[in-house]
């Protein structure tokens, strides 16, 4: 254990037993109502699945994250894992984060080792996420696709585990006052969902309270 957050050991066969292994782990973050009790999903969610790659480098962990270009319809612009809707010829969420990933960064599958996945996430924005947790074994080269990343980058995962890294803001939304997750690195803001994942990857590792 880190002593200095409570979670497992950031090395790849540590993460990998608490992925697959049986264990009783701390209260999950299952969404963003999480922050903002009153704001209840809707009945008619999309399935989509994200890919939260480990690049396992020799000098430590880092988490592949992407920006998405400008024009997008779904939150243009933020920073957000691979992945998109699971669709109908998808096997199952496994399957749509790694076809995903695939088109969106020209990751090949043969790079990526599943090692488990986290609860469904639940957005405000009517989106059911299954989180799929992989090992990514570098060297790799990535393509983006213009029309949907404008960047691929890497945060060491030592810095997305560092619970003085997790930040709580605040937005105004109608009327309504509404808190979500962030972190800050370097001159990327990590908000919204996918910092909320980042902050439900922490719980699963052990992290808390």
Request: charge should be negative.
């Amino acid at each position: 254990m880190n002593p200095h957050t409570g979670i497992v050991a950031l090395r790849p066969d540590a993460i990998r037993r608490r992925m697959t292994g049986d264990h009783d782990p701390r209260p999950q973050i299952h969404g963003d109502h999480a922050l903002n009790p009153d704001d209840e999903p809707g009945p008619a969610l999309r399935k989509a699945a994200v890919l939260i790659g480990l690049v396992a480098h020799p000098t430590g962990l880092t988490v592949l994250l992407t920006r998405r270009t400008d024009h997008l319809q779904h939150h243009p612009g933020q920073i957000s894992f691979p992945g998109g809707h699971i669709e109908d010829h998808d096997a199952n969420a496994t399957a749509a984060a790694l076809r995903e990933t695939e088109e969106e960064i020209g990751l090949p599958t043969t790079r990526i080792n599943i090692i488990g996945h986290l609860p469904p996430y639940i957005t405000r924005t009517g989106f059911d996420i299954t989180p799929v947790v992989a090992l990514i074994a570098p060297p790799f080269d990535v393509i983006p696709d213009p029309r949907e990343v404008a960047a691929v980058f890497e945060v060491p995962m030592a810095f997305l585990m560092d619970p003085q890294n997790h930040q709580r803001h605040h937005i105004t939304i109608d009327g309504n006052r509404r808190s979500f997750h962030a972190m800050r690195y370097r001159d990327h803001f990590i908000w919204g969902a996918t910092a909320g994942m980042i902050v439900q990857l922490y719980h699963h590792l052990g992290g808390g309270p």
